[in-house]
């Protein structure tokens, strides 16, 4: 097998998604709606699959993290709090012939006039991204909220909350996965950059002076993490926050970014968060959000490290970052190109395709057989398929990332083996159906 | 075992739900957010566990049904089409005193007076029951959106998307979890009628004149399933909506409804829609949303079968049903009272509890051993806890349903085994350590 297109347009990726079900343009038959996406029957997998493992190694497997889910819409007072309503914030100029709009901070140097039009522009302003609403049957201001920016702060008030309910000892975090709305004046590169995301959160909760080793510890944790589920090293890195850039909240804030066609672009970033949310929400609501620390006798208010992580974004970046083109040898000896998706089997929409051979009336009985058994452990999700040559078969589930095919032929009716077909090498070993759920377990092993 | 008090009130499952953090008011620090509610570490676990049976029953063990995730905000044309922009308003009247707002229709006929403060009321108007925002830096009718009050429209105007890349043929069902919201005049009743909710939501497709059928199998499916995973069958009934309360797009409804406190309340409304919804999208954006039959080489429109049931319901359901408060008889033979939560044991957010008798530096160590060894397994949430005495540590896991705990006592030094305990019946049952994951495997079996 020989990789034959690098780097890969990222249209490539954006086709194959739409192709087979994973992403589509939300509202499409209106025409869209500005860069905002819905995923498909095999996006929808992809991205449970994605948030079920973040739960899983951080949540369920540790004992110091607890989850929640907060709603999105929250009191506007936490928003005065947290400093968004004052401060979430960008810089926008406006053309004055077009009309179109720029975030000032995003033009080149060499942008003095409109990009797309040569007009001038107006001023620069500044221009909130949250989105507001009007809860209750009147519209004025007393009932003015917002859809939440982040999930954070969902965590923050609720801090006292799941301390007394849970008992938990520092350090421990909170995570959680929900929707966030950013009203961004340009979105776009696919689901980059979209106004409506998924989020992916933990505040964790440290005693202050741990806190700068417990964000050098986070920094390393998760960059491991988009590492271990298949992101090649040589596409991720870390980068530190320089004094202009940081948020007012945080001490020091690390980005893992990933190398796209465009440039490198935030995965996650981890913040340091400091004191700030706990102190702020405790003077604005009047309520104690401490911790009383039983060895010292004092309340004190812990320091936050955050590692925030967008659903979409590890979405795009697996999937772009399993996009293959090959060139291989087929079984005739002909050489042929495929497009493979090299996602990690834990990660991939289907996990095992059943294929008999043929329709042929002798074969479909044991492929159904082989097929029920296997979908009644309710382990792995399985497709069974038998449309088409098996060869292009093969070429479907290669390309939607199936990390193994079962398939069913002529033989197998006399010595009761069937055929694994690997993804990635494409070789196929031959196995009992009797050992086809401990050969699974191992495999699918965490 | 005596149960002691039914019906339970509301408020005794309210006031657990907080103290053992299943749910908490959200935004509480700031005096809460008009019926707004966080899930916390076990609500978010119950939901979790909900939402992964619905999607393992409905999606992931059925080949004729298929997932998606939309988005939340849609093209604002997808409300023009639905009806939702003319029709989705409740009758509103407004106290001339003390400004407070009724829907009409919930009134009794007695109260032709404010029931707050007797002041008498404005004329009656439609008020509109979608969240309006506004979508790019600039407030004008042209970016306004809505938030979606349903989900099914995301997946009517992906219909063709979803055909096409997933070749499937009728009957086949589309099948989705997520947010949706509705400005409610008179939201209440804890998670009952909230402003955002979830909703798991299926719309199944089937040729023309198999719709009635179908929708008489959905509803007794939809019924089970509720049955299936614990609700008592005399707390649960069926009700057919008549012509004055169906919904301009349905040919018939049948909702699942719940003996709540304050009366019988809807759970799921299993709907047929007929072709209505894919008529109107075919119109409205000049796109031909329809199924090509292959037998009969005809371009036909399916009908719709809808099962659309709220998660934070049915959570509410699942955890007010399961509560129970018992009168038992402890080991030194004293009557006691207990609260056990009988959830089924795969919506329990914690399923086992590892518990050492005490914290005896050699009881802690196997414990440690016991406990890591089943969380390896990745395959059910556990809790290790040696605070306290046995006692109370199984009244807490009794109060949030976790269905076995697992002890370790001095004799488990000796002989390697250990003890189950059900939360049900309180029985103990012996067991070897080394047959405890064959034993849950078992016991947490589908």
Redesign the interface.
């Given at each position: 097998m020989t990789e034959i297109i690098r780097p890969i347009p990222m249209e490539k990726l954006v086709s194959l998604c739409?192709?087979?079900?994973f992403i589509?343009q939300?509202?499409?038959?209106?025409?869209?709606?500005?860069s905002?996406?819905?995923?498909?029957?095999?996006?929808?997998?992809l991205?449970?699959n994605l948030k079920e493992l973040w739960?899983?190694d951080n949540i369920?497997?540790r004992?110091d993290i607890?989850?929640?889910?907060?709603?999105?819409?929250?009191?506007p007072?936490?928003w005065d709090a947290s400093g968004h309503l004052e401060g979430f914030s960008d810089p926008?100029v406006e053309c004055r012939s077009c009309n179109h709009?720029f975030r000032t901070d995003q033009l080149r140097s060499q942008d003095a006039t409109c990009p797309d039009c040569g007009g001038s522009f107006t001023e620069s302003r500044m221009?909130n991204l949250m989105?507001?609403?009007?809860?209750?049957?009147?519209e004025d201001t007393a009932s003015t909220?917002y859809?939440r920016p982040e999930t954070a702060q969902?965590m923050f008030?609720?801090f006292?909350?799941?301390l007394q309910?849970?008992?938990k000892k520092l350090p421990f975090g909170?995570g959680?996965i929900g929707?966030a709305?950013r009203?961004e004046?340009t979105p776009g590169n696919f689901v980059f950059r979209t106004?409506?995301f998924e989020q992916m959160e933990i505040e964790f909760f440290v005693m202050p002076g741990t806190d700068d080793a417990w964000h050098k510890k986070w920094v390393q944790d998760r960059l491991n993490w988009y590492i271990h589920y298949g992101i090649r090293s040589e596409n991720i890195q870390l980068r530190e926050h320089n004094a202009e850039e940081l948020a007012h909240y945080a001490k020091a804030t690390v980005d893992i970014e990933y190398r796209f066609p465009w440039g490198w672009g935030e995965l996650e970033g981890i913040a340091n968060r400091t004191d700030f949310d706990l102190q702020r929400?405790s003077s604005?609501?009047g309520?104690q959000?401490s911790y009383f620390d039983e060895t010292t006798g004092q309340h004190i208010i812990p320091y936050i490290i955050e590692p925030s992580g967008g659903v979409d974004r590890a979405a795009l970046t697996f999937l772009y970052d399993a996009y293959r083109e090959e060139e291989v040898v087929s079984a005739n000896g002909k050489k042929e190109r495929r497009v493979v998706l090299q996602l990690h089997p834990l990660l991939a929409p289907v996990k095992i395709a059943v294929l008999p051979l043929s329709r042929h009336p002798d074969l479909v009985p044991l492929a159904r057989e082989v097929f029920l058994r296997l979908?009644d452990l309710?382990r792995w999700?399985l497709e069974?398929d038998d449309?088409q040559s098996i060869g292009r078969r093969y070429r479907r589930f290669d390309e939607i990332g199936t990390p193994y095919c079962v398939t069913i032929d002529f033989q197998s009716l006399e010595d009761s083996q069937v055929t694994i077909r690997d993804r990635n090498d494409m070789l196929q070993t031959r196995i009992p159906i009797a050992g086809l759920e401990a050969e699974f377990n191992q495999r699918f092993h965490?």
């Open positions: 739409k192709r087979r079900g589509f939300s509202s499409e038959v209106y025409g869209g709606l500005g905002t996406w819905d995923y498909g029957p095999l996006g929808v997998e991205k449970r739960w899983h369920h497997s004992e607890v989850g929640l889910d907060a709603a999105i819409l929250m009191h007072k936490v926008m709009r221009f989105f507001k609403t009007f809860m209750g049957p009147v909220v859809l969902g008030v609720n006292v909350n799941v309910s849970t008992r909170i959680q929707k709305f009203n004046i106004r409506e929400h604005y609501s309520e959000l979908q309710g999700q069974y449309s965490h």
